[in-house]
């Protein structure tokens, strides 16, 4: 199952780039979420291995993930891989000029399932796939809009 978004943020590329590999940015705004969030190889600077075990509750049950970022190519992209309970996730996050001032950020979600349980859920969630579009959707453009702030705030 895919799940696709895209928006554009009135700021440079390099700007929004280093504003999504922020990690521990992230890390924090996970935490504030109540998502259990531990850092288990990497630090500092975003590079390729990095990992986190992550405990978050979904559908009623507390479940728990490794991520992984798996590809960090600066200015342009991000690949984050994570495995959860016979679920296997790929998170691709693409940034692109489209002038001096102007990036469009793109994020696609492929989850495959590698166990019979899995693959219950995900036939469960294709059902709802429509309202799932739109929420995913709505956190992208909620995020972008988000940046956008933040970053001319920052000049």
Do not use: N
Request: glycine residues 8%.
């Amino acid at each position: 199952m895919q799940l696709k978004a895209r928006e554009d943020i009135e700021a440079p590329l390099d700007k929004v780039f280093a504003a999504l590999s922020d990690l521990e940015t992230v890390e924090r705004q996970a935490l504030r979420r109540g998502i259990d969030v531990q850092r288990i190889r990497g630090g500092g600077a975003p590079t390729e291995g990095m990992a986190w075990r992550v405990v978050f509750t979904f559908r009623g049950k507390e479940r728990e993930a490794e991520i992984t970022l798996t590809e960090y190519t600066p200015p342009e992209r991000m690949v984050f891989s994570s495995i959860s309970g016979g679920l296997k996730v790929v998170m691709v996050m693409d940034v692109v000029a489209l002038s001096r001032t102007r990036t469009r950020i793109s994020v696609e979600v492929e989850m495959a399932p590698t166990t019979l349980s899995a693959r219950l859920l995900v036939q469960s969630l294709k059902l709802a796939k429509g309202g799932m579009e739109k929420r995913f959707q709505g956190r992208i453009h909620d995020l972008a809009r988000e940046l956008e702030r933040r970053l001319q705030a920052t000049g």
